[in-house]
């Protein structure tokens, strides 16, 4: 599959009184051209910050600190923001869970929808007003609701209108951080049909973001696993389920109920992700592993191939133990997932 994002050594920083918190450490992967790909881990782990940070929609006290970020092989980091409003909208585009609450009140979705077309498209207003009832029409909303106010909406309905519009332009990357979180779980299942439907149709790619990893895992062909800023596995969505391989990973997996397996025990992971400005040295996930090596409080493990999937663990270096008993943490964990 030929790659559409690569992020590379990707850095990102938050100045803060206390000093810098590390958000996003050195992380790198790529997007295939039509892939949807998943970014997961527990809360404050640098999910959103990679998001905002590949649609340089970071602000201060943020900043990139390090690292590439190339769509097409056009890189992105290093563009003015006249030259990234080019982009945004047209090449990429962003739906955050929030976005629905942040439609302006007092316009109606019809001239809404026209703008954002009229922005980045030279058309005459009755054929913004065309596109955008085509566009409606996409994310199964009657074109009637062109004359109507957001508060005139339910909340899955603003929220189609929002997809509706960043697929406008006719993106390459569509980034959905928690994009239907705010909404009940039918709402949610609608609107996931529909987002996969639309990405077979048309063969955008993904870069997903949610905290439901039952529905990552349903969704995403590809998926990163995030731990304190770092990316610690990357394997496709099989893999991961059948052999997850870092043993983050593995207790994530054990904090969510089976999709298809029986039913089994759910064991949570002990302890708190490290504070990022401070971070203990080495793996950052050692005071919490259960598999844990004198070396993984000396050597950060680099993200390496390991089989099918990407990972970073000392498990599966030369400095660790070994294979062999990785395989084994490995199959122990699988046993109760
Ligand atoms: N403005 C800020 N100043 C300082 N630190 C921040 C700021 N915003 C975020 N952070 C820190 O950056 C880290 C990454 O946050 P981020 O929101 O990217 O994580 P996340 O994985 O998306 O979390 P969630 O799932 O809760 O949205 C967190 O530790 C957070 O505390």
Redesign the pocket.
Known sequence: MTDLLQVDRLRVE?A?GRGS?R?VDDISFTIGKGEIFGLA?E???????TAFAVARLLRP??RIAGGSVKLDGTELTGLSDAQFDRIRWSRMSIVLQSAMNNLNPVMKIGDQLADSILAHQPMTMKEAYGEAKRLLELVDLPYDRLGSFPHELSGGMRQRVVIAMALALNPSLVIMDEPTTALDVVVQRGIIRKIVQLQQKFGFSILFIT?DLPLMLEMCGRIGIMYAGKLVETADRDSLLRHPKHPYTQGLLNSFPSLTGPKSKLIGIPGHPPD?ITPPPGCKFHPRCSHVLPVCSRIVPELRLHGRQDVSCHLYTEEGIGHEQASAASEQSQQSI
């Open positions: 938050y803060s918190v958000a881990g809360s404050g782990c640098g999910k959103s910050t006290p943020a905290h990022l």
